[in-house]
């Protein structure tokens, strides 16, 4: 069972564009909602998170825009950059109760900004 | 920013053999996990542990796997014996509150 799933699995953009990537889950009982950036041969590094409580979460360029209705996410990047080439992992977890904050992840997204 | 410390990064193991995996976590957290990455696709929760305990472990925990933090040292995941589809990166992570923060993984292949 698929509990996260993330669309498109690739995308390509060129450099300044918007990238947008897509995130879904099933669980109503998530609640906290990191995305986290990882370039080959490194560990995942977070880069932005919302709680449900919120619609919106902007970290520069970075934003989440959450949709607890519909249980979608996404994750927009504006004037993209060659470095933000890498894999964008959506994640999902029942928030850190007591501290402990299990992730279940998506497939991830490859993006690739074209100079 | 914070790192977890993962030891080593690639380690190549026969098949029915035993493999430690070592992590330093960030100091001051509190919860350890271990996550599986099968090449190309995502990260799955293997196991969590506070307090000296597991917490939760998930269908991928095989018997064969252990866990354990003895004080002060390193938090290891120990596979005995090991199998070819054991064959994957695996991460540790640890947190205090919310975030969670993973190292870089180690590459286990398994012949």
């Known amino acids: 069972q698929q509990q996260v799933r993330q669309s498109p699995q690739s995308l390509t953009v060129w450099e300044g564009e918007t990238a947008i990537l897509n995130c879904s889950y099933e669980?109503?009982?998530?609640?906290?909602f990191p995305w986290y950036q990882q370039f080959p041969g490194e560990g995942p590094a977070l880069l932005i998170a919302?709680?449900?409580?919120?619609d919106k979460k902007e970290d520069g360029r970075f934003t989440i825009f959450f949709n607890k209705r519909e249980k979608k996410l996404s994750l927009h990047i504006t004037d993209s950059q060659p470095g933000d080439s890498a894999t964008y992992f959506c994640?999902?977890?029942?928030?850190?109760?007591?501290?402990?904050?299990?992730?279940?992840f998506g497939q991830g997204t490859v993006l690739s900004v074209i100079p | 920013g914070p790192k977890v410390l993962q030891i080593p990064s690639h380690q190549i193991i026969d098949m029915g053999q035993m493999v430690t995996l070592n992590c330093d976590p960030v100091s001051n957290h509190l919860y350890f996990y271990w996550y599986k990455q099968i090449l190309g696709q995502q990260m799955e929760f293997l196991v969590n542990?506070?307090?000296?305990?597991?917490?939760?472990k998930s269908k991928l925990f095989k018997d064969q796997f252990s866990v354990e933090r003895p004080d002060g040292s390193y938090f290891t995941l120990k596979i005995q014996p090991t199998a070819l589809e054991d064959s994957a990166v695996y991460f540790c992570?640890?947190?205090?509150?919310?975030?969670?923060?993973f190292g870089k993984g180690t590459r286990l292949t398994v012949v």
């Open positions: 919302i709680r449900s409580v919120s």
């Open positions: 669980n109503s009982a998530f609640d906290y």
């Open positions: 542990f506070y307090n000296g305990k597991v917490m939760e």
């Open positions: 992570a640890s947190s205090l509150g919310q975030q969670v923060f």
């Open positions: 994640a999902a977890s029942e928030g850190a109760t007591g501290g402990n904050n299990k992730l279940t």
